[in-house]
Structures are given as C-alpha cells and as structure tokens.
C-alpha cells in the first residue's frame, strides 16, 4: 500500500501508545508523540468490514480522559487534556486550511466507503452514461438515475441489484456524465442504451481487471470511481451534498472489538472465520506519520473450511 493513508481514513482516531504497537522511546520531529507512554494507555481498537476483506487496528486512549485542540499565539494549536496536560501540538490552520483539510478528510473517507461497498456487492463492471444535449443540473440528472434504476429492476424481474454511481463533469465543458458499477451479471449494452435514452452508454473494463480475484477486481475498479469522487472537489463540490450514490440495502457491516494487547488484537483478525487476512500496512511504514498508530489488513477472499 505505500503511504497511501485513505485505507484507514475513516477509522476511530486515537494517540498511541508504547510497548507493543509503537517502537519503544520513539522520537518523530515534529510529530505529536514524544513516547506515547508518557501520555496515555489504552486498548488497542480492531475493526473488520464484513465481506470486503479490510480490517484495522488503532491504538487509542481506553480512560475517560477529555481532550480538546487549542489556539495559542505561538503559532502552534495545542492538544489540552481536562487536567490542563499538553498532550501534543501542531501549527495553526487558517480557515481555508482548516476547510481544505476537512475537505480531504471527507474525501477519504467517501473513498474508503465506496470501495467497500464495491468490493462487498462484487461491483466489477463500469459504465458511463452521457448525454446528448447538455445538463448542468446535479439534481436532474440524479432524477434522470433513479428512473433508469426503476425501469433496470422492472424489466430484470423487479428485484433489486446493488450499484453506484458518481457525477462528473465533462472535461470538454459537455456538462455532466454518469460513471456507474454494477455487477456483470446486469449488463446488456443494447437494452440499456435505449433505456437510459439520453446519450450514449460507454463500457469500460480494463485488461488488468481480468487478472486478479473477484475483490481485486472491485476495488480496482472503486478506485477509478474514486477518481471522480474527489477530482475538483474543492471547485465542484457542493457543501454538505453526498459525493456518490448506491442503492439501499447493500451496505458493509463493521464488527468491531477492543483489545488489551496487540498480540490479541492481531489474532483476532488473523482469525477471523473465512477470511485469510494478512498485514499490508503500518504506521512504521511512514516516517511522516504524526497519528495514532495504525496496523492495516487485506484479505484476497473466503477460504473453505475456516
């Protein structure tokens, strides 16, 4: 995974610790944690999302203990416990900072998600939906889905299907158009092109997508959706407004549990019924990384008899 940091971006945050998780007196320059002994203990935080084959582990605090960022004239925000302590520190934001970082977060976050439902629906097939005249109109255009899903589950038996889908506009200045993935079951490009009955249906399915498992292949293709959940966001996006869609009732589950160790926390994944998880990821990975510690997992699918 390299330094790529979303995989885990919308997991529970927390401090760190020493001992087993982090490295014993570790120094980073200019990172929030001296030692993480010397200012709080906790468990150690594991989560599992069901049928996608990724879990993680963060370190976090286990006490009741309050904290909260404050804004000094140093030029540094401070991370103040209810006791008065200073936990850490980091340079002050200014709002458009502030607005930017929130903003990247959310984005994240929105790509951790979207991949996950691809990969827990076995979404492998993506198409774009165009249109012939112009359309600016977010909202119409979003109409204009829901009556294409209406008329694909009618004519399919009625029956719903998982699917998602994101907006983009046209780098040509063409208005809008529709990245969708849907499982290949669901494809029929003559049908659906008169169906949908705006523009042109484009199919997408790049070779390196035949080469890999099934989750492979759904979480390649998440991530060129993810491409479009985030491409000009902070020019395109609308404040507060979902950054994809997918249809209802096919969303991932989350198990999560807390741990004393991280022996324990590991075994718990590690044994997880039917899957094969193996670490990919940790904070020890990134010099840079000023967060709680984090220990990320993959698993490449179910394996018989476990």
């Known amino acids: 995974m390299g330094n790529n940091k979303e995989a885990f971006s919308d997991e529970d945050n927390g401090d760190g610790g020493c001992g087993e998780g982090p490295r014993q007196g570790a120094r980073r320059d200019g990172g929030p944690f001296p030692c993480q002994s010397d200012i709080t203990v906790g468990p150690y935080k594991a989560s599992i999302a069901i049928d996608t084959g990724e879990a993680t582990i963060v370190y976090g605090h286990s006490g009741p203990r309050a904290s909260s960022w ?9 991370l103040v416990s209810d006791a008065g302590e200073l936990l850490a520190k980091r340079p002050s934001l200014t709002e458009e900072e502030r607005e930017a970082r929130n903003l990247e977060r959310a984005n994240k976050r929105a790509i951790v998600a979207l991949r996950r439902y691809c990969v827990r629906n076995d979404l492998q097939k993506m198409l774009t939906l165009t249109y012939a005249e112009e359309s600016w109109d977010r909202a119409a ?3 204009d889905m829901n009556l294409l899903f209406v008329r694909w589950r009618r004519l399919k038996g009625g029956g719903a299907f998982p699917y998602a889908y994101v907006l983009e506009l046209h780098p040509s200045g063409h208005g809008l158009h529709v990245h969708v993935a849907v499982p290949l079951r669901y494809i029929d490009k003559h049908w659906l092109q008169e169906t949908w009955g705006h523009g042109i249906v484009h199919y997408r399915d790049p070779k390196p997508l035949r080469e890999r498992n099934s989750r492979e292949r759904s979480r390649r293709l998440s991530g060129y959706l993810a491409k479009y959940v985030s491409k000009d966001m902070s020019s395109d996006h609308v404040a507060y407004e ?3 869609s997918v249809a209802q009732g096919f ?8 741990f004393n160790t991280l022996v324990e926390a590991r075994a718990w994944i590690l044994l997880f019924r039917g899957e094969h998880f193996n670490e990919v990821w940790s904070y020890a990975d990134d010099e840079n990384w000023d967060g709680p510690p984090v220990w990320v997992f993959r698993s490449p699918g179910k394996l018989e008899g476990r």
Do not use: A, T
Not at 251 to 258: Q, T
């Open 242 to 244: 979902q950054r994809y």
């Open 251 to 258: 969303n991932f589950e989350v198990k999560r549990s807390s």
């Open 141 to 143: 255009v979003k109409r």
């Open 70 to 78: 404050e804004s000094f004239d140093d030029g540094w925000d401070w």
